[in-house]
């Protein structure tokens, strides 16, 4: 159930990816498309941006992907985290990354 928001500042939860070099474009391509689908997917979820890194500094750990997310509550957060739909989205994508990093901050 959705959240009406009242605990206060949005839950942002910031997700970035490293492949593993035998990921072919075309897994990476599915990967992009089905954790983009999950803010249809999943109403918990209240909005979601994402894109490859294009930072000058070179301190992004080799990571090429982030995706953030954003919940009107940790409640939503929270469920989402066990949520069936995400659980199948981890399911597709553990095979194909060397690590991920996850960082959540409220704001």
Known sequence: MKSNGNEGSLIHHFVAFRFKSGSRPVDIQNIEKAFSALKDRIDL???LRWGTNNS????NKNCSHGFLLTFTST???DEYLVHPDHLE?????SPHVEDVFVLDFTG
């Not at 000058?56 to 301190?59: I, N, S």
């Not at 989205?89 to 994508?93: P, Q």
């Open 56 to 59: 000058p500094e070179g301190l």
């Open 75 to 77: 409640a939503d957060r």
């Open 89 to 93: 989205f981890v399911d597709l994508v």
């Open 45 to 47: 979820v209240h909005s």
